[in-house]
């Protein structure tokens, strides 16, 4: 396409899609782009011959007490950002066209979904690969693109994409940081003064354990006890969870060995920040 073009409804968006060349490289967002965003919309400009990016806040995979109605949304400044990049396509659904009255088909990855965000935050993913699932159908992309950021939403994508056989391939890219080392999140802009600076516990954290793996150590609990040592000397910090666990399956390990996710949930006063490190 020679421009991008913006579609909301489904027909709109779909008369668009037939027009485009393959391979079609989908990233779905919710949004408040950041260069975390901007790298995995580089990332499929790279390799496909047409990009979608989606933006939709999607209600079903927040929480009753979750920042839903405070998350932040500016489309304005979001297209300013992605249309340097070549996109061919944005598509912003509305509600009703993802969730249309009486709606009641789910899409539900089950044991992955269980631990560690899934614990906390219950009903999230089942949002997620629901909300997913359908970009996929109606986008019907060769490649999609996710944030390493999100390592559990990544994985049970991946476990989506195979059971239910979708033809796409799933492509991960690595997690975007500030100059000092925060991941870059739509949520940092809740975190102010101290809280900033406190935020950044969960980086030093992670690279304490890598120091430890790195040095030799492959008792996963001892990487664990690690995390919580330099968290709990953080005393804005509340620990939700921290994880050491095989990267695909996420059941925590005993021994470090393969590709393993070092992975954790962090209070800064009241908001929730999640981070990880890859160890392979
Ligand atoms: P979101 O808008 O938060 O739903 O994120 C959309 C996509 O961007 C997801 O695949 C995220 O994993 C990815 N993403 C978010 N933050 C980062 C980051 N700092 N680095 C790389 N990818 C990210």
């Known amino acids: 396409m020679?421009?991008?073009?913006?579609?909301?409804?489904?027909?709109?968006?779909?008369?668009?899609?037939?027009?485009?060349?393959?391979?079609?490289?989908?990233?779905?967002?919710?949004?408040?782009?950041?260069?975390?965003?901007?790298?995995?919309?580089?990332?499929?400009?790279?390799?496909?011959?047409?990009?979608?990016?989606?933006?939709?806040?999607?209600?079903?995979?927040?929480?009753?007490?979750?920042?839903?109605?405070?998350?932040?949304?500016?489309?304005?400044?979001?297209?300013?950002?992605?249309?340097?990049?070549?996109?061919?396509l944005v598509w912003t659904p509305t509600v009703d066209v993802m969730y249309p009255n009486g709606f009641q088909t789910w899409v539900e990855v089950d044991t992955l979904t269980k631990r560690l965000e899934g614990e906390m935050r219950p009903g999230h993913f089942k949002g997620v690969t629901t909300v997913v699932a359908k970009l996929f159908n109606a986008v019907q992309p060769q490649k999609a693109y996710f944030g390493q950021k999100d390592a559990q939403q990544a994985a049970v994508i991946r476990r989506m994409t195979q059971d239910l056989n979708f033809p796409i391939e799933i492509v991960v890219c690595p997690t975007v940081r500030e100059k000092d080392g925060l991941a870059m999140s739509s949520r940092n802009r809740y975190l102010e003064g101290e809280d900033r600076k406190a935020a950044l516990v969960l980086f030093r954290a992670l690279s304490a354990a890598k120091e430890v793996y790195e040095a030799?150590?492959?008792?996963?609990?001892?990487?664990?006890?690690?995390?919580?040592?330099?968290?709990?000397?953080?005393?804005?910090?509340?620990?939700?969870?921290?994880?050491?666990?095989?990267?695909?399956t996420l059941e925590e390990l005993e021994t470090v060995k393969g590709k393993t996710l070092l992975s954790m949930a962090v209070l800064i006063g009241k908001t929730r920040l999640i981070d990880n490190f890859v160890l392979s």
């Open 2 to 88: 020679e421009q991008m073009i913006l579609a909301s409804g489904l027909d709109e968006f779909r008369t668009v899609r037939l027009l485009l060349d393959p391979p079609v490289g989908l990233v779905p967002t919710m949004g408040y782009l950041h260069e975390g965003h901007l790298s995995l919309i580089r990332a499929a400009k790279a390799k496909c011959k047409s990009v979608v990016v989606s933006i939709f806040v999607n209600p079903t995979q927040f929480g009753p007490n979750e920042d839903l109605a405070k998350y932040p949304r500016d489309l304005q400044h979001d297209l300013k950002l992605i249309e340097p990049l070549g996109v061919d």
């Open 216 to 248: 030799g150590e492959r008792n996963a609990e001892e990487l664990r006890r690690k995390m919580k040592e330099v968290i709990s000397a953080e005393p804005r910090a509340q620990m939700q969870y921290i994880s050491c666990a095989d990267y695909d």
